[in-house]
């Protein structure tokens, strides 16, 4: 029940004095915070409700994401007793934690971060009397993660960490024989080694706290050699249609045998043997083949390369690969160009598709269109055909949007652009692009080899113009575009466009799930735009207007895209972004969450996508894994952590799950993204960066989370960058 206003507005005003006469050691949480001063009242909350136990789904099928987020009031506790003061102690930490790295939410809603995880300090269900609510237990647990790879002759470091039980702790390293030396301290867990040759083995962990609790993990502990793996072939030699062909692939660095694969096709009549990486057979096909190659070495370590494969004789088209940008709104033209073989040419798409239906292809091999609004990437296949109906076959790419990406933020703008497009379009009149430049109002503010690069100190209401200039191989400079943007002002909560700007994803770009009418999807794309709408871990967002269902289920996870428009995501050190799901304590159990995972991709250019490195840690062989454990899930997943309910850019007391992109911006050369991917796991559909291992999700016929379905699988409540 709620409390009517009281009147004694000095009584409680002495109350309250006399809590802070105890040396802050605690703060009286009166019912009536309207009554505070205001910079007290984050530390009152209003407690009037009956304790009771989360709602569980029936077995009629209710959606989980409403029992993920029941009523608060079913998951707050309370007192019977609704006059009673409740004292918070503001140093207060939930038993087990000695220390934390941030601190969010206040009253029963206060939550502490250790090792990337959130924990109520406060345990949720009834308390006896007036007293103060019991403090949050937390169980054993080892919260390092997978050791980073090291290299050999150089000494190994990996300092293994456990919270909660009841500290000193001892810990035990099971390792196979190794061809090194490797110790781990049983009192502070620090594991060092060195090893002359590389190495893949088990590491399996146990600790062993003081009461006797233990916990286990089982994880790869990874030597690498000096070099590292690498796709040493530069290109793949011609040949001719219906001839035999032959091309071998090679590699170096890693830890060899190398397996080979790729991700497409090869031409009809030619294959690729994993174990040589050679390329064999004849084909009738003639065109050019972009194919992207993976070498894997013995220690699951990965590469990709795209290679060229050429078949033609005689007629070719020499129109570039990559063909000038699309501008929005303007017309585009451009004829193809072809030589050898016996004129007249004939033209025809054969594969993949144009931006939309206004775009046509002559057969002459006139290609025209309108740009349109939404910015896009296409890839698509011409053939042409001479008159002796010999063909050639060859893939294009067209990017339809500026040449000059503009992305305003908060007192900057992220600045981009495409080396590729840049080429093609200089390709035309013989040239190419040795760097580029940009200028701000006629100054120069970048010059370099690079794609993209964040302006800062920009007046919010200002309008810089910019100008991206192609530094040519004739020794000149080209100017290749020109735009302006404005730089808003920003605000945390939903922004107006045109007004101003927030934090938030803006755009849903694309929407996969596995089947139609998911849980959340007829309210798109406002339920996954602005901020979070969890009000604190007890409070998830629940109602189809706030969160959206990506599905789950056995083999397969659904995925959404989303759009930073009127700000970026800058990378810088630290945590660069924050995901908010809607994560359920089940029965109000502050240990036994129920967790729906997601891997997370970034992008600047659209498909371009970069996946942030993840780790699933089971326990050693023979121990229960525990999928209500947030440290299964131990680095670089969504969906282990609620909202608090504070700042969602601050990721030391936002919740959710804040990501660090340096090591995925790092390996594109990214200074900036304005594209994230979240794509719901499934359950033994992806394996994890740290050691290749499935990746689990939850079943439970209490919340049926693998249905593939409704309510399945990771439900997106909101996206906020934290440098912006």
Not at 100 to 128: Q, T
Not at 213 to 221: C, E, N, Q, R
Not at 495 to 517: H, I
Not at 559 to 566: A, K, S
Request: overall charge negative; some cysteine.
């Amino acid at each position: 029940m709620k409390l009517e206003r009281h009147p004694l507005k000095p009584a409680i005003l002495l109350l309250l004095l006399l809590g802070l006469s105890l040396g802050g050691w605690g703060v009286f949480s009166a019912a009536y915070p309207e009554l505070a001063p205001a910079w007290m009242s984050s530390l009152l909350e209003i407690i009037g409700v009956e304790g009771k136990d989360a709602k569980v789904p029936t077995a009629d099928g209710a959606p989980d994401s409403i029992s993920k987020s029941a009523d608060p009031e079913n998951l707050i506790p309370g007192s019977g007793n609704s006059s009673a003061l409740r004292i918070y102690d503001p140093k207060a930490l939930p038993k087990g934690l000695t220390s934390i790295d941030g601190e969010g939410g206040s009253g029963v809603n206060r939550v502490v971060k250790k090792n990337g995880v959130w924990f109520p300090v406060y345990s949720p269900g009834p308390r006896p009397g007036g007293g103060p609510p019991p403090l949050t237990v937390i169980p054993l647990s080892i919260a390092s993660g997978s050791p980073p790879p090291g290299r050999v002759h150089q000494t190994f470091l990996y300092q293994a960490e456990a919270i909660g039980g009841t500290p000193p702790y001892q810990w035990k390293a099971g390792l196979p024989a190794p061809a090194g030396t490797f110790n781990m301290g049983p009192a502070d867990g620090l594991l060092t080694g060195l090893s002359r040759e590389p190495l893949t083995l088990t590491l399996d962990l146990t600790v062993t706290d003081a009461a006797g609790a233990v916990d286990t993990a089982s994880m790869k502990l990874v030597v690498r050699p000096e070099k590292d793996l690498a796709i040493e072939t530069a290109e793949l030699p011609a040949f001719k249609p219906t001839e035999p062909a032959s091309a071998e692939l090679h590699a170096g660095g890693g830890v060899p045998p190398y397996r080979w694969s790729l991700t497409g096709q090869l031409p009809e009549g030619l294959s690729l043997q994993p174990d040589t990486g050679r390329i064999e057979g004849s084909t009738s096909q003639a065109g050019d083949f972009p194919l992207p190659v993976t070498v894997t070495d013995s220690q699951e370590t990965r590469v990709e390369k795209v290679l060229t494969l050429r078949c033609h004789e005689g007629l070719d088209i020499t129109t570039p690969e990559a063909l000038p940008p699309a501008a929005p709104g303007a017309a585009y033209e451009l004829s193809f160009e072809a030589t050898g073989g016996v004129a007249p040419y004939t033209w025809e798409i054969s594969g993949g598709f144009l931006p939309d239906s206004s775009w046509k292809l002559s057969d002459t091999g006139l290609l025209t269109g309108q740009g349109g609004s939404t910015e896009q990437f296409v890839e698509f296949t011409l053939t042409v055909s001479d008159s002796t109906e010999a063909t050639f076959e060859k893939s294009f790419r067209l990017a339809v949007g500026d040449l000059l990406i503009l992305v305003p933020s908060r007192e900057k703008v992220g600045v981009a652009w495409s080396p590729a497009a840049v080429s093609g379009l200089l390709a035309a009149g013989g040239l190419s692009a040795t760097g580029f430049q940009v200028l701000r109002d006629g100054i120069p503010v970048y010059e370099g080899g690079g794609s993209n690069f964040v302006d800062r100190g920009l007046r919010p209401g200002s309008i810089p113009r910019y100008t991206l200039m192609a530094l040519t191989n004739d020794g000149g400079r080209q100017s290749v575009s020109e735009k302006e943007t404005a730089i808003l002002p920003q605000i945390l909560t939903r922004a107006e466009p045109g007004r101003n700007g927030d934090p938030y994803a803006d755009r849903v770009v694309s929407f996969q799930p596995l089947s139609p009418g998911g849980y959340g999807s007829a309210s798109l794309p406002r339920n996954v735009t602005g901020p979070p709408d969890g009000r604190s871990i007890y409070a998830p967002a629940n109602k189809p207007g706030e969160v959206l269902s990506l599905h789950a289920r056995p083999g397969a996870g659904g995925l959404v895209e989303l759009e930073f428009t009127d700000n970026i995501v800058e990378i810088l050190p630290g945590e660069d972004l924050t995901v908010f799901e809607n994560v359920l304590y089940v029965g109000g159990n502050a240990n036994q969450r129920f967790m729906e995972p997601a891997v997370v991709s970034v992008a600047l250019f659209p498909g371009e996508w970069h996946r942030v490195s993840c780790d699933a840690v089971p326990p050693i062989d023979g121990q229960p894994l525990d999928l209500r454990d947030p440290f299964y899930y131990a680095r670089g997943f969504a969906g282990r952590n609620g909202t608090t309910g504070s700042d969602p850019t601050n990721p030391n007391a936002s919740g959710g799950d804040s990501l660090d992109l340096d090591e995925a911006a790092a390996r594109a050369g990214l200074t900036w993204i304005r594209y994230i991917k979240i794509q719901s796991t499934g359950d033994a559909a992806l394996r994890d960066d740290a050691g290749g291992d499935l990746i689990r999700h939850p079943d439970d016929p209490a919340f049926n989370p693998l249905s593939g379905s409704g309510s399945s699988g990771f439900d997106l409540d909101a996206v906020s960058a934290v440098h912006y």
